[in-house]
């Protein structure tokens, strides 16, 4: 059995993923990436196996495959997830289920492998790579907001149960990163023409965003920090600026907040409803 730690990263192919597998890698960890497409990448210090997280037999390999080489898990980093840019209306029920089964069933297939393991073993870290959207639903990504707030509730309650058996539940919720993940996202099948002068907006707002958003290895130093707390707290966000804007929706009335979504995404406040000179 090795000594060092063995932490398994889901979906380390590029961004976020990839920058913790090659931190953690330099940290000595025994790092295990997945991809669905493993030949395509040839890792230097760590290894990469193949995962879907849609897929029971797939996850079932993939774990078994770090459990008969190395005889333990110490950490689950759940990264793998992908991006719905439809305004809410838009999303198919097609769309909407293909997004929650990544995004949110593919981490309780990973922990359903993984927390036996832990519990056997009486130690463990899970960390899910959650969003600050998981807090704060902006378009137009409202079902995707929906998944990660999904992982928000279910990673709170696992905490409360699978303390007892020295396992740490923890969630990471970056901003706005550099990575691909805006790149790859998923436009909407059926896109609902009311709703283009809004996603020409948005759209337009995406090399600034590109320019203010923090690197992915902002992330990674995050979730090493985690890695390296005995008993680490339920959320941590990657930045000041990330911190802020997770704190801002506790602290600011609600109409201020909203006033500021709209604001910082050019949103038109709600109309009034025409008055009746009649008698109610």
């Known amino acids: 059995m090795s000594e060092r730690r063995t932490v398994l990263v889901t979906g380390a192919s590029k961004g976020i993923g ?7 890698a330099g940290d000595n960890w025994e790092v295990f990436g997945t991809s669905r497409t493993p030949d395509d990448y040839a890792p230097d210090g760590w290894e990469m196996l193949g995962l879907d997280v849609t897929d029971d037999a797939s996850v079932s390999e993939c774990v078994s495959a770090v459990t008969e080489r190395i005889g333990r898990i110490d950490a689950l980093v759940n990264n793998a997830g992908y991006g719905l840019n439809a305004f809410t209306e838009e999303a198919t029920v097609e769309e909407v289920c293909a997004q929650f089964e990544t995004n949110y069933v593919g981490v309780h297939r990973m922990c359903r492998a993984v927390l036996p393991i832990m519990r056997r073993q009486g130690s463990g870290h899970i960390v899910n790579i959650s969003s600050l959207s998981g807090l704060i639903g902006t378009p ?18 696992m905490r409360f149960e699978v303390a007892q058996f020295g396992v740490r539940v923890v969630l990471v919720e970056p ?51 985690v890695l390296n707390t005995p008993h680490p707290r339920l959320r941590y966000t990657c930045t000041r600026m990330d911190w802020l804007a997770a704190h801002m929706r506790c602290w600011l009335p609600q109409g201020v907040m909203h006033w500021m979504v709209r604001k910082v995404f050019g949103l038109q406040a709600a109309k009034r409803p025409a008055h009746s000179d009649a008698h109610e």
């Open 18 to 24: 990839r920058e913790t597998a090659e931190l953690l």
């Open 140 to 157: 137009p990504s409202g079902h995707y907001a929906a998944s990660k707030h999904a992982l928000e509730g279910y990673s709170q309650t």
């Open 175 to 225: 901003g706005f990163t550099q990575s691909e993940f805006r790149a790859n996202a998923v436009d909407p099948a059926e896109p609902i023409e009311a709703y283009d002068e809004l996603r020409e907006r948005i759209g337009g707002m995406s090399e600034h965003v590109e320019q203010r958003a923090a690197p992915a290895s902002a992330v990674a130093t995050t979730v090493r920090r």
